[in-house]
T-cell receptor, first 113, second 116 residues
Framework: QQQVKQSPQSLIVQKGGIPIINCAYENTAFDYFPWYQQFPGKGPALLIAIRPDVSEKKEGRFTISFNKSAKQFSLHIMDSQPGDSATYFCAASIWDSSYKLIFGSGTRLLVRP | GAVVSQHPSWVICKSGTSVKIECRSLDFQATTMFWYRQFPKQSLMLMATSNEGSKATYEQGVEKDKFLINHASLTLSTLTVTSAHPEDSSFYIC????????????FGDGTRLSIL
């Protein structure tokens, strides 16, 4: 029940394409869902996060879609660029506490020029 | 803002030695810091939660005597890998949460540890 399942494991798109990464959770106590971007040899950097009171959140070219009833959320990257090639992790936690982040398994994205 | 600095970024040492990794929050105070371990092409695995002024909380399966965590101030947590062996070689990453905000966690850039 603590798991966050992430798919696909890897993804290749052409420049300008819209990669979509999906995550699913089971613990209904989770109410905070961030996405992190990680480049090789670096720590994860927060991209965007959402809470269950909204179904979609957009920041620049990154959009999170959230489906509370299905307990699923996804990351869309609009107009993807080669510089977006990285590993993306979804995560889940409980907002109003010092609860840990539960990470998905990660998606390696390659954007071809 | 919200910068977490980790030092060293890369360390090589001989088997049997102890290695200390520092995690500092540069522009905020952190009552809670987290230590992760990451193997190549895998996700982050939480090792322990470090609380300022108290003992760390370790995840199941993590050896407390092997991975010593100290969080002596609101801006510094340290992870000491004691009597390190080649199997301890990994990428260690810390994160910190602002004491005045529940979220998000801000991550350091990690420490690549290689034990020969």
């Amino acid at each position: 029940q603590q798991q966050v399942k992430q798919s696909p494991q890897s993804l290749i798109v052409q420049k300008g394409g819209i990669p979509i990464i999906n995550c699913a959770y089971e613990n209904t106590a989770f109410d905070y869902f961030p996405w992190y971007q990680q480049f090789p040899g670096k720590g994860p950097a927060l991209l965007i996060a959402i809470r269950p009171d909204v179904s979609e959140k957009k920041e620049g070219r990154f959009t999170i879609s959230f489906n509370k009833s299905a307990k699923q959320f996804s990351l869309h990257i609009m107009d993807s660029q080669p510089g977006d090639s990285a590993t993306y992790f979804c995560a889940a936690s409980i907002w109003d506490s010092s609860y840990k982040l539960i990470f998905g398994s990660g998606t390696r994205l390659l954007v071809r020029p | 803002g919200a910068v977490v600095s980790q030092h060293p970024s890369w360390v090589i040492c001989k088997s049997g030695t102890s290695v200390k990794i520092e995690c500092r929050s540069l522009d905020f105070q952190a009552t809670t810091m987290f230590w992760y371990r990451q193997f190549p092409k895998q996700s982050l695995m939480l090792m322990a939660t470090s609380n300022e002024g108290s003992k760390a909380t370790y995840e199941q399966g993590v050896e407390k005597d092997k991975f010593l965590i100290n969080h002596a101030s609101l801006t510094l947590s340290t992870l000491t890998v004691t009597s390190a062996h080649p199997e301890d070689s990994s990428f260690y990453i810390c994160s910190a949460r602002d004491r005045w905000a529940h979220q998000p966690q801000h991550f350091g850039d990690g420490t690549r540890l290689s034990i020969l």
